[in-house]
C-alpha cells in the first residue's frame, strides 16, 4: 500500500478521494493551496512596495527625479549577492542621513550601506525594543523629604578680634 501525501501546510494526511493541488512539487489541499498562494503574493507585493519607497526616498535625499544607473546596480548588486532586504537599505540610508547627520553631498551613491547596515539593524532593534517596554518616569521616581540640620562649624583655634 502507497504512503498518503502530507500537506505541508497543515500536516494532516491527502485523501485519494480529496481534491488536491501541487505547488513545488508539493501536494496541498485547496483551502491550504489558496492561504500558501495568498501568502506568496503579499510577500511579493511586499518587496515591490519596499523596493518602491526605497527609490523614492534616494531620488529625496540626492534631489533627483530617477536613479542613476550607478545605483540601480548598487541595489541589485546588495539585494541579491548581500541578501540584503529593500526595506532594509532603506533603514539605514535613513539611519546614515538622518539619525547621525552625515552629509549627503559626499556622496555618489548608497556605497555605505555594506558597512552601516548591521550598525544600524542593531539601532532599530533596540529602538523597537524600547518603543515596546513602555515605562512611566513618573511611577519610577518617588519623593523623599531629607531634612538636613545646618551644623556651624567653628575653629576653636580661631582667634576673634571682638573678644580681645
Known sequence: MAR???CPKCNKPIEVKDNFKLYKNKKYHISCYKEVVQEVYQ???TQQDDKQELYQYICGIFNIKELTPLIKVQIEKYYIENEFTY???LYTLKYFFDVLENDISKCEGIGIIPYMYQEAKEFYI???KLDKTEFDL????TERV???KIKKLENPYLIRMEEL
Do not use: F, P, W
Open 4 to 6: 498518503k501525501a502530507i
Open 43 to 45: 510577500k511579493t507585493n
Open 87 to 89: 526595506s532594509g537599505m
Open 126 to 128: 533596540l529602538k523597537d
Open 138 to 141: 513618573n511611577n519610577c521616581v
Open 146 to 148: 531629607v531634612k538636613v
